[in-house]
């Protein structure tokens, strides 16, 4: 354990003035179902008020990763946080940030709000879950609200990275650029698809990918408009795109289930399907009906 830890766990048990429990969260044989202690959560030394949860523990083990309360640490965070009954998903926002993730899928993205972008989706081998009417997700998720965390026994604490260990890393462009699909495709490990019937004149193509694995395919429509077709292993949404869209409808094309958003009734704006073990999306700034998505799906090789 590093000496920076051990200042800031004196600094925060001072604050605190509570007596700890040292079992060791590696002890874990018994943890996913026992509460350990008195387990005390905090952000930046500042302890959660926890008890008005209502919940029988704070923490526990999924796949050997320490879950956590997302509402109580997020907003600490200061970002707000709702909940979709109808999509089982969280949605975190602040005024730079947003971030939307899914009960029982184990994907985790955070978004610009200020630019077009987002980190390449990250999996921490535990999904979101309910637990007692209250969502838990892996404690690592925070990093990417630029959080560390460390624990002590059964004290856990959050702590803003320093801009220094930030490494002037900026949410807008996670991609690298490439020069040809076979050069995206041997980057990110497996065979990329390429749309081949785009209904719009292109002036630029532009293939890019991420360290994590996700191929990103930029058409330049017109303008300043683009078209963003994403390819990515694993399931859920990659498109970084986390409008909230009027209209929302499920079509059935050739054993594929693909959802499609767009706030208009006839035109969407985002496609996303599943397939094979891979994820996909096209998102478009300029709305189409539903064939030319499905003529674009169809042309995908």
């Known amino acids: ?34 509460k350990i202690g008195e387990p005390r959560i905090s952000v930046d030394c500042e302890k ?40 089982k998903s969280v949605t975190l926002s602040n005024d730079e940030r947003q971030m939307i993730i899914y009960i029982d899928k184990d994907t985790y993205a955070i978004t610009s709000k200020l630019a ?34 460390e624990t002590f026994g059964a004290y856990i604490n959050f702590t803003k990275k320093l801009v220094e260990d930030l490494n002037n890393t900026q949410l807008p462009n996670p991609f690298k650029e490439y020069a040809s699909l076979s050069e995206l495709s041997e980057a990110v490990g497996f065979n990329v698809l390429e749309i081949r019937a785009i209904p719009f004149n292109l002036n630029e193509k532009i293939y890019s990918g991420t360290e994590d694995g ?8 017109g303008g300043d408009k683009k078209l963003l077709f994403r390819q990515s292993k694993g399931s859920g949404d990659n498109s970084g ?15 594929l289930e693909i959802t499609l958003k767009g ?21 478009t700034d300029e709305a189409l009906n539903e064939s030319y998505f499905l003529d674009m799906i169809n042309s995908l090789k």
């Not at 979101?128 to 990093?143: C, G, L, N, S, Y």
């Not at 996700?214 to 429509?221: D, K, T």
């Not at 795109?241 to 054993?255: A, F, I, M, R, T």
């Not at 706030?263 to 096209?282: G, H, Q, R, V």
């Open 48 to 87: 959660l008020e926890l008890e008005s949860l209502g919940i029988s523990k704070y923490v526990f083990k999924t796949n050997d990763e320490l879950m956590v309360p997302i509402r109580p640490i997020a907003e600490a965070m200061n970002y707000n946080v709702e909940w979709d009954g109808e999509n």
């Open 241 to 255: 795109d986390y409008n909230e869209y009027k209209n929302s409808k499920v079509v059935n094309n050739q054993d």
């Open 116 to 149: 077009i972008g987002m980190t390449a989706p990250k999996s921490y081998g535990a999904a979101p879950q309910i637990f007692e009417d209250r969502t838990f997700v892996p404690a690592k998720m925070f990093e990417l609200m630029d959080y560390n965390y």
């Open 214 to 221: 996700l191929a990103q395919i930029s058409y330049n429509i």
């Open 1 to 34: 354990m590093n000496k920076k830890f051990f200042t800031a766990l004196s600094l925060c048990t001072a604050i605190f003035s509570t007596t700890i429990s040292y079992k060791t969260f590696a002890d874990n044989n018994t943890f996913i179902n026992e």
């Open 263 to 283: 706030n208009d009734d006839e035109k969407y704006n985002l496609a996303i399907w599943e397939t094979d073990d891979y994820s996909f999306s096209i998102r």
